[in-house]
C-alpha cells in the first residue's frame, strides 16, 4: 500500500512573524519549492505567525501550513478561541488536534478532541491527530489500551470515507522534546497496533489508506530509519524543526 509521506514542523510556541521569515528564506535555500510527489511537507506555526507564513511561501504551494489546534465552538463569546471559519479564511489546509501538550496543560479530552475533528473536517480540513502514551503508561503494560482508547473515543462516530483522509500522530508522551527517541522497532509496533485498531474499527482499506506519523524527538540522524519502516508514514517534528537546515535534512532523510 502506497501512501505519501507526510513530514510536518510544529513549531509549538516558538517563532513569530519577524522570525518566520528569516526560517523560510532558510528553508527555501535548502530545498526547491518544486512539489514533489514524494512527499508532503507542512509547517504548523503559532496562529499569530500564520500570516507571515502564508505570505512569505507565497508561490511555494507545495509547502502545506496548518494550525495548531482550533476551538469546537462555531463563533461569539469563547474568548481567546479561533474558529474553523477564521482558518478557513486564512487558506491552511491542516490543524494539529490532541497533542498531548494541549491534554495536559489544557485539560483536552479524548470527547473535546473528537467535537474539534469533527469541525475540523466539516471545515474541509485536514486533521493531524496526536495519540500517544506517558512513560508509566508504557511501563504499567497499558499501551495498547490507552492507544485504543484515545483511537476510538478521539474518532467516535466518524465514518470510514472521514477517517481516510485523517493524517494520525503517534507520539509517545516520554520522547517528546526529551531526546530520547522510541527505537524504529518500538514505534514500528505502534503504529501497526495503530493501524490494526483502525482496521478493527472502520475496516482494512481504511487503515490503509490513514498516514501514521511518528513524533518524538525525530531528528535528521534517525529520521531516515524510522520512515523506512512500513506503518511510519512521516514525521511530526518539534524542535528540530526550529531551524531550516535541520529541518530541510529531515525532508530530505525522509523522502
Ligand atoms: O511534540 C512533538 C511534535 O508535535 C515532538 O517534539 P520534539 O520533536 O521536540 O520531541
Redesign the pocket.
Known sequence: MSRTPII?A?W?MNIGPAEAKTFLAGLKNEFSCQCSKSCDVVI?PPYITIPAVMETLGDCKCIGVGAQNVSQYDNGAYTGEISTTMLNELGLAYV?LG???RRQYFGETDAIINAKIKKTLAAKLTPIF?IGETKEERLGGKLEEVLKTQIVDGLKDLTPAEVETIVI?Y?PVW?????L?ATSKEAQEAHAYIRGVLADTFGQATADKVRIQY?????PENAAELMAQPDIDG???????LKPDSFAAIVKASC
Open positions: 510536518a510544529n509549538k504548523v494539529v497533542h498531548s501538550e496526536c500522530a507520539e520522547a517528546i522534546g526529551t531526546g527517541t513524533g518524538g524527538s525525530v531528528k514525521a511530526l517534528v518539534g524542535g528540530a524543526a
